[in-house]
């Protein structure tokens, strides 16, 4: 029987633990409005969205080499821009023999503490969609474009091909 291939979502035999940038996005169950609204292009975040914002600040805190260079929470997903910086002489002999996490292991942290506070006030509702988009950043001209779009997103908004009023 021909079962079809599951798209992969990363790049093979690519080390997502290794120093660089990374533009990640995460979308909500089925593009549900779950973390606000954009009115006039002005983001306003609920209190959803504000834990979602509060767990993002989190990441840095978990992993210390790991730092957030631009994020936006949106109604229906997160953009945000990963840096994994690994010092090695920040860290004893015993730290640099542990593998470090990897992107997927720092997005799933977050997923999970978003799922865990959000449950608390609506255990009902399901948040994520399964996985998460993500672009390693190759050039400073590829940085210098992500950045904007993250930035400019909520103005965008009614041009998103996933935007219903």
Same mark, same amino acid.
């Given at each position: 029987?021909?079962?079809p291939?599951r ?7 690519y080390?997502? %633990?290794q120093?660089?940038?990374?533009f990640? +996005? =995460?979308?909500t ?6 973390f606000? #609204? $954009?009115s006039e ?5 609920n ?10 600040m989190?990441?840095?805190k978990h992993f ?10 949106m109604p ?12 090695f002489e920040?860290?004893?002999i015993?730290?640099? %023999? ?6 997927s +292991? =720092? ?9 865990n #506070? $959000?449950?608390?006030?609506n255990?009902e ?6 996985s ?6 190759r050039?400073?001209?590829?940085y210098?474009?992500?950045?904007k779009?993250?930035?400019?997103n909520p103005?965008?908004w009614?041009e998103?091909?996933f935007?219903?009023?």
């Open positions: 029987m021909n079962f291939q798209k992969l979502q990363r790049l093979t035999n080390d997502y %633990s120093n660089g940038y990374y990640i +996005t =995460i979308g169950h089925n593009r549900i409005y779950i606000g #609204k $954009i292009g002005i983001l306003l975040i209190d959803f969205g504000e834990i979602a914002k509060s767990e993002l989190q990441i840095p210390p080499f790991v730092s957030l260079d631009n994020y936006v929470i229906n997903h997160v953009h945000v821009l990963v840096a994994i910086e690994k010092c920040n860290y004893g015993a730290e640099r %023999s542990r593998p470090f996490p990897t992107v +292991t =720092i997005i799933g942290l977050y997923k999970s503490g978003v799922s #506070k $959000i449950h608390k006030l255990p509702i399901v948040i994520w969609q399964k998460f988009h993500d672009h390693i950043i050039n400073e001209i590829d210098q474009n992500i950045w779009y993250i930035s400019t103005q965008k009614m998103d091909q935007y219903k009023e």
